[in-house]
């Protein structure tokens, strides 16, 4: 890292050590929270709360690390240039996962295929930013500016800060869509999670052009991880207030918001899209609440595929399971359902699944007689 003077970089001032203490202990305390929320949507928030948990991982233990070092001189050493690459890239990815949880309604589903899609590729774009920064931006006394390679830490953070930009584009047709399903069960929890990913999309944009204005001018003071205090003091803040909004917003759940309609009457099957969306969304933990609460996995007259054979299809041995113990009002439509289901199940090579159907499967007489 440049300096403007000659002079050799000095010790941390102890403004730095308490604001990096005062970090270990706040982002330690809410591990605790981010835990909690992390564990209730460890089913349908699986694209968010890794990330959101390895962020914790990094920011405590480059603390720990930067007061261990706290005599010796104040300059950004390897660890400290990952962990705070790794810190940005995480929060950045909890972000894009919950625009796209928030997106996974029961009834009103929104280009499941393309969200998938998107995800994948901007976690996977932005990763390649996340390497070509961290790498680029070791320091490297050899080189004239210091760092390994000013190209790299310059390509990587101008590939990271596009990806946000991109998602707060994204957030648009989102916010629009989620307007529109004002009726599905899970709305407002979707509005929720989406209140707090815009400010944070903005909060991290703000975030990363710190990152992004040191890589093109190597100004020492505006480092994010070992510039002035007051630069390190609105890098810690905006991280903060990403996490808190991440947490608050995390705790209203999906499953929450089904379940509280469900204990107040209703009707999981006055629209059979309920089980039937809940199947699309692969979200087991919805499945079995609803299944508890009297949905009629095999009803008479389904307005599309039943539940039973699209399970099957996609070789879900749990999912299955769970139809065949819930509770059914017709033993005669079952048996169809379930004959459906061990002939999609047979074609697909489903060995598992198909052993639990037949063994739930009565032969009728005719049947009995031919084999």
Request: with cysteine.
């Amino acid at each position: 890292m440049s300096t403007s003077s000659s002079q050799p970089p000095s010790p941390p001032t102890t403004a730095c050590i308490g604001l990096s203490a005062t970090a270990l202990i706040v982002f330690t305390i809410l591990l605790f929270p981010a835990v909690y929320v992390a564990y209730k949507h460890r089913k349908v928030g699986k694209a968010w709360f890794p990330p959101f948990i390895i962020f914790f991982i990094f920011r405590i233990t480059s603390e720990i690390y930067y007061l261990s070092r706290r005599t010796e001189p104040d300059i950004p050493t390897a660890y400290a240039m990952v962990a705070a690459a790794a810190s940005t890239a995480t929060l950045s990815v909890t972000i894009i996962g919950i625009i796209y949880e928030a997106l996974n309604l029961p009834l009103f589903p929104y280009k499941r295929q393309r969200n998938r899609i998107a995800l994948i590729a901007m976690n996977v774009i932005y990763n390649i930013g996340t390497i070509l920064a961290a790498y680029g931006g070791m320091r490297d006394t050899t080189m004239p500016d210091n760092i390994k390679n000013g190209a790299a830490d310059k390509a990587g953070n101008i590939i990271m800060f596009l990806v946000m930009i991109g998602t707060l584009v994204w957030l648009y047709p989102a916010g629009k869509h989620i307007y529109y399903a004002r009726q599905d069960i899970s709305y407002r929890s979707a509005e929720v999670l989406m209140m707090a990913a815009a400010p944070a999309t903005v909060l991290q944009l703000i975030r990363m052009n710190y990152d992004l204005i040191y890589s093109f001018t190597q100004i020492a003071m505006l480092h994010p991880t070992t510039g002035s205090f007051a630069i390190r003091f609105v890098t810690f803040s905006l991280q903060l207030a990403i996490v808190g909004m991440v947490i608050v917003a995390a705790e209203n759940g999906h499953e929450d918001i089904v379940k509280l309609l469900l204990e107040r009457g209703a009707d999981p099957n006055l629209d059979d899209r309920v089980l039937l969306s809940a199947l699309r969304g692969d979200s087991d933990a919805l499945i079995e609440l609803l299944i508890k609460h009297g949905a009629d996995v095999f009803m008479d007259g389904w307005s599309d595929e039943r539940p039973l054979v699209i399970a099957s299809r996609q070789g879900r041995d749990f999912t299955v399971e769970m139809f065949l113990e819930a509770s059914y009002s017709s033993e005669s439509v079952r048996q169809e359902h379930i004959w459906d289901a061990i002939t999609v199940a047979a074609g697909e090579g489903h060995e598992i699944i198909l052993a639990s159907l037949m063994k739930h499967y009565e032969m009728n007489e005719a049947e009995k007689q031919t084999k």
